[in-house]
């Protein structure tokens, strides 16, 4: 059987930029400095070696994909949240479909009490590393005690010939109320902001991606403030629909997971990367195909329950053109 992504002409000229929440990859040892007894071959979710690589072989056929139509090749980079550790990562990219795809990865450990952190996957013949560091969000809960979320990563690198820099982001859930955790994703927010201007105190010119699921909407203020303040465009502002989205709650849309671009990446230079298109990557295969949740993310997992399909979130991504 051909599959739909065959026999398309490489682009020379052009890189794929992806952002993924890969929904709860974790490995299979008990890490008792974090909660992920969910995740053990004898818990509710009975999550045993046979899910796991099937997970790891979805989630790298996906990843293998992203952008492919337009661009006959996998991503460049692909920023990851959901993730628990190098193990998974390093499982990931001997996985199946990207085992040739020269794929590296950054990841730091945050003090998230779930464990799941967010990573950079970057093919190391196009991307070199030239600097990572993670950002810790300082946030305290009602009574006063410490409460930690994801660090923002920041990856500095060159792809092919150009510096660029690349914030990843997972910001704290709504799962308690959009209002009553809105604090969270600001105090997130601000970490990004911060990011930015030492960037720019550096170079002035810095060309800068803003990748993640933030849990906002590109019309909440956390992520306003940071396109209004910092030059950056939100080519996710459009792509929203009542029939389309990144992730479904409650039978409706939102695009939380977002790809913010410096506005620099419009200056034509003939050997300069500029922004050509941003998208959703909703293809059928990582849509349920039946049912009365027919067209939502294909999961993992809903509650304890197995699906055994790919993540309750869809990719999203931008292409960059010379």
Sequence with gaps: MTEPFDDIPMRQDMQVVAFYNVENLFDLK?????????????SIKKWTPKRYQ????KIGYAISNIGRRETGKHPALVGLSEVENATVLKDLIASKHLK???YSYILFDSKDERGIDVALLYDTKVFKVTHSEAFTIALTDLDGSEDYTRDVLLVSGILENENVHI???????RREGQKETELKRLASSKKVSDIIETLKKENEDA???????FNDTPQNISIKRLVDNYGLYNPMETLRSFTRGSVKHRR????????LVSTNFFKSSKNEFEFYKANIFDEDFLKLFKGPFKGSPYRTYAGPKYIGGYS???PVYIILKK
């Design 30 to 42: 008990n890490n008792k400095f974090k909660h992920d007894n969910d995740f053990l071959p004898r």
């Design 54 to 57: 099937n997970k790891l072989r």
């Design 100 to 102: 040739a795809c020269n």
């Design 167 to 173: 914030i990843v982001n997972h910001w704290s859930s």
């Design 207 to 213: 060309k800068i991606l803003v990748l993640g699921d």
């Design 252 to 259: 409706q849309w939102f695009v939380f997971d977002q790809i």
């Design 312 to 314: 309750d979130h869809f």
